[in-house]
């Protein structure tokens, strides 16, 4: 974004090609890679360029939310230098300016990006996706249709403008239907009457879409996942939240420039670049003359009309002498789509003339003062006031306690707020209102309704006026309540491709309970009840960002007069925790909410409490690599569950302890408890939920990991295929990052295997832009910096370094000696040999911190290849010593790969030091068949191949 014109550009420097926009750098044609935070601070730069930046302006831009020592700083243009290749001392981009900053000293070209004004290609049929409902007919907006549909197309936002009532959403909805063939990636629409909070406008459009958001900034998040995404977006109703709508297509306008936006509201949104359609009534006819029935019949308003009362009244049937009350009904109600079908559902009752007489009564009373608003909103006003007061007082409580309902709500909800009367006859009002255009039924083989926004709008006014407001809102968190706990009852379901449609509906109204119960602190103890209630809702729909905001409104009520503690909050202390580790990492903040939940637990003897807080400290120290804490805490967990009988606890905690025993390199136990939790949930005779919740697919993942270890290289790769296929059988987001980050791509990088490690990383890359994972984005970005290492590119130097130093600041340090390993290796392959020995020796001192002795083998021998290269044979026996401790603790631990890479290391010195026997005998333990790029290497040394090539040991993933 230009900051002096408000538009998406592109700068030009030399042979490079900036796009703050679209988050991209090209060298003529080819892309550099280039991490978010480098990015942040070019962009900085090049858009105040021939300027000096300051530190602290740098800093804030690439660190918003986090106080970093300026060496990170450093590193990051060092990297943007190398990026740039400035090692020629002519080809200069940034010039630092002592004490100050830096400015960027090339010259800068700005150029637009300009949207393409042409329609897309329209894609097959079968690949179409939308949400949007069926279109109903409509009759004169063909004019309309046709330019709005134009516009869509070349136009990053379109809004359709106009009152309530004029039909905006039916116009969109079929213009949506009209174009979808025009966008690769769907049409998808959210009523942001039904999310009734513009907090929730973005996780909503998501979900809508099929995806998660796990950001603090949902709608920046969004933006970022529709970068390279063709669709369009329908907001429907944005005037219930203008603000975060017109930041959404003000951010999408720039981050997403092939997303239209379709809007529809009763004001504009205000932002550049928005075509504005303002809805007109349907055309009525002029007051003069005497009409006959033929002529009035095509005039739209007079045919919508028609439409709708034969509709409602089979036997209806326009006669000339009928045509001029037809005419003033519909100039009376403005040619209002929605008061017109409102009134028509009455004609069979009072026939044209006795509706025209009645609806001109209460027109004279809005003249008179007493609700009269602007004159095109009182032909509603009297509709809908004269559609309440013909019904019966039984159906006018149902109407109005209907309006409690967002969205979409099943004939239970409909009674379980209905009121106390016998259920047949609730049924009977329903219907009732149904029939008279107050309630909308839906099609389908289950009884599920809705009212529009206009009248549910004016639902709620009467609700108010009936001072039962309060009692119905209860009702309804009530009701929430119930189909939370129902749905939680089901959780241990495998999730279906699409979430079902209820929880989607029930989600909506979950948020508008909340808020009446926290917000408007009518009854925080239920909305504390329904939160933790509907955390398994929030799971299913993967609204993460959802869960975490629902649980801090609900324990920020919790005040010390409010009485004992209780359940509910230890279980929103878990789920907030939970919640925090996969967007914020493990902070110092997270193990505050595990230890509170594990003390309130142990206070109240909640047995199930505890061992949830026990589970969460023991995840939150696997992340923050301390390995030795997580399986002190795998012991009380077991403890525990044995002493309080829980068959369930005690079985599932194989999974956290088999992978902390495989980070502490005690192998042979890691594998025990592996299999053993695979074996029970085989059988299916042990604990059912909680084995599907925390076990198969990690504890497959640690399985891999371990028998890659041990020598076993192609039953490795079988089970990190299984883990995978697991992962995507589950549909958990996590379980599949889990599997592609920690077990799939190591396995493939361990065996040498590059093509199969990028297969992985471009999967992980997709999943994790479909869910905005900040936190696994870091490691993917990680790993594919080793990948390029390992091709042979330097680059991979910096992005690695990048890549830690943002591991570092989350606070995750889980597998960090093995990437500073790698580090270490690609410095030394790179001649940058001092650096590589401080990156190892960091990656040592790591190992021993936190306990990841699975990797100190591998460590040592890296160590010993940099002392080697670093003082040559006055080196080798230096070199000798650390592969003999390699070896020696590689054959401790069981890992026999690790036993084989050392040994070779050894070999490659001169007979004095013994190697090739030691090689020799190492190698006759594994299977002759077996061919790695590693076992291939070691078969070349003892050949006596003195040049073993690109089957060398390969470097630790």
């Known amino acids: ?232 977006l329908v907001l429907d109703g944005c005037e219930n939240s203008l603000d975060q709508a017109a930041r959404l297509a003000t951010l999408l306008a720039t981050a997403a420039p092939r997303t239209h936006v379709l809007a529809t509201s009763r004001e504009p949104l205000r932002v550049a670049g928005e075509g504005v359609h303002p809805l007109r009534p349907l055309a009525v006819p002029a007051a003069d003359g005497t009409p006959a029935a033929r002529d009035v019949l095509t005039i739209p308003a007079v045919a919508l009309f028609v439409a709708r009362a034969s509709a409602a009244a089979p036997g209806f049937d326009v006669r000339d002498d009928d045509a001029p009350a037809l005419v003033e009904i519909c100039r009376r109600l403005d040619g209002l789509p929605l008061a017109l079908e409102l009134a028509a559902t009455r004609v069979g009752a009072f026939g044209p003339r006795g509706l025209l007489r009645v609806l001109s009564e209460r027109l004279d009373i809005l003249d008179d003062g007493r609700r009269a608003g602007h004159p095109r909103h009182r032909g509603l006003t009297a509709t809908l006031d004269w559609s309440y007061g013909l019904l019966s007082e039984e159906e006018q409580a149902l109407f109005r306690r209907l309006s409690v309902f967002h969205g979409v709500f099943p004939l239970d909800a409909a009674l379980a707020v209905g009121g106390t009367e016998c259920r047949g006859r609730r049924i009977s009002h329903l219907a009732d209102l149904v029939a008279k255009s107050l309630v909308v039924a839906i099609p389908g083989p289950s009884s599920r309704y809705h009212l529009l926004d206009t009248t549910r709008d004016y639902g709620l006014q009467r609700l108010a006026e009936s001072h039962e407001g309060d009692a119905v809102r209860q009702r309804h968190a009530e009701f929430c309540l119930a189909q939370c706990r129902d749905a939680s009852g089901r959780k241990g379901v495998p999730p279906a491709a699409d979430p ?157 302890a088999a992978t902390a025993l495989r980070y502490l390199g005690r192998l042979d136990e890691a594998r025990e408890a592996a299999d053993r939790l695979l074996a029970r949930a085989a059988r299916r005779d042990g604990p059912g939920r909680r084995l599907e919740d925390h076990g198969l697919v990690a504890a497959r993942g640690t399985l891999a990991n371990v028998l890659w270890l041990q020598g076993r290289p192609d039953h490795a790769v079988a089970a990190a295929r299984r883990a995978l296929a697991e992962a995507e059988a589950g549909g958990q987001a996590f379980a599949l990052t889990n599997a592609l980050a920690h077990t799939v791509i190591p396995i493939a990088l361990h065996g040498g295997d590059l093509d199969e490690a990028e297969r992985g990383l471009a999967r992980l890359g997709d999943h994790v832009a479909h869910h905005a994972m900040r936190i696994w984005r870091v490691i993917a970005d990680g790993l594919e910096a080793i990948v390029s290492l390992r091709r042979g590119d330097a680059g991979g130097l910096h992005r690695l370094e990048d890549a830690l130093v943002e591991m570092g600041e989350i606070g995750f340090r889980m597998r960090r000696p093995a990437y500073l390993g790698s580090l270490a290796s690609g410095l030394a392959a790179h001649g940058r040999l001092p650096d590589a020995l401080s990156r190892i020796d960091a990656a040592l001192a790591a190992a021993e911190q936190g306990g990841e002795a699975w990797c100190r083998p591998e460590l040592l021998r890296i160590r010993g290849e940099i002392r080697l290269a670093s ?22 631990q069981g890992a026999a790969m690790w036993h084989l890479r050392a040994a070779m290391s050894l070999a490659a010195l001169d007979e004095r030091y013994g190697g090739r026997a030691a090689l020799a005998v190492i190698l006759g333990n594994f299977d002759a068949a077996l061919d790695t790029p590693d076992l291939r290497a070691a078969r070349a040394r003892l050949a006596g191949e003195a040049d073993i090539g690109k089957d060398g040991p390969v470097s630790l993933a």
Request: proline fraction near 6%; include cysteine.
């Open 1 to 232: 974004m230009d900051p002096r014109e408000g538009r998406a550009v592109r700068y030009i420097f030399g042979d490079f090609v900036l796009s703050p926009s679209e988050q991209r750098l090209w060298r003529a044609d080819t892309v550099v890679r280039l991490g978010g935070r480098p990015m942040a601070i070019l962009t900085a730069l090049v858009e105040r360029a021939g300027q000096v930046v300051d530190k602290e302006d740098l800093t804030r831009r690439a660190w918003p939310r986090t106080t970093v020592d300026e060496s990170n700083l450093k590193v990051n243009i060092a990297a943007i230098r190398r990026a740039l290749d400035e090692r020629d001392p002519e080809r200069r981009f940034i010039a630092t300016v002592s004490g100050h900053g830096y400015r960027f000293v090339a010259p800068v070209d700005v150029a637009p990006i300009v949207p393409p004004i042409v329609p897309p290609v329209p894609i097959p049929a079968a690949a179409r996706r939308h949400n949007l409902p069926r279109p109903t007919d409509l009759l004169g907006r063909s004019e309309d249709l046709a330019e709005i549909s134009t516009h869509v197309l070349q136009r990053p936002l379109i809004t359709i403008t106009g009152p309530g009532g004029v039909g905006k959403t039916s116009l969109a909805v079929a213009l949506g239907h009209g174009v979808v063939e025009q966008f690769r990636d769907g049409v998808w629409m959210v009523d942001l009457c039904v999310v009734d909070s513009d907090r929730y406008l973005a996780s909503a459009l998501a979900q809508e879409m099929g995806m998660a958001i796990h950001a603090d900034d949902p709608q920046a998040a969004l933006a970022a996942v529709l970068a390279e995404r063709q669709c369009l």
């Open 500 to 656: 079902p449609e209820d929880l989607v509906t029930l989600v909506h109204n979950v948020r508008a309970a909340l808020d009446w119960c926290l917000t408007d602190r009518r009854d925080p103890a239920l909305g504390r009840t329904l939160a933790a209630a509907a955390l398994a809702v929030w799971d299913t729909l993967s609204l993460l960002q959802e869960r975490i905001e629902a649980s801090e409104r609900a324990l920020a009520t919790i005040a010390p007069a409010d009485g004992p503690e209780d359940r509910d909050e230890i279980a929103l202390r878990a789920s907030l925790a939970a919640a925090l580790l996969q967007v914020e990492g493990p902070s110092a903040r997270i193990a505050e909410l595990w230890r509170g939940a594990l003390a309130r637990a142990e206070r109240l003897s909640d047995l199930d409490g505890q061992l949830r807080a026990l589970w969460g400290l023991c995840d939150f120290e696997t992340w923050t690599g301390d390995h030795r804490a997580a399986l002190a805490l795998t012991t009380r967990i077991g403890t525990l569950a044995a002493a309080g009988g829980d068959r369930a606890a005690g079985a599932a905690v194989d999974r956290p």
């Open 871 to 892: 003082a040559g044979h006055a080196g080798a026996s230096d070199a000798a010593r650390h592969f003999r401790q390699a070896m020696d603790l590689a054959g401790r």
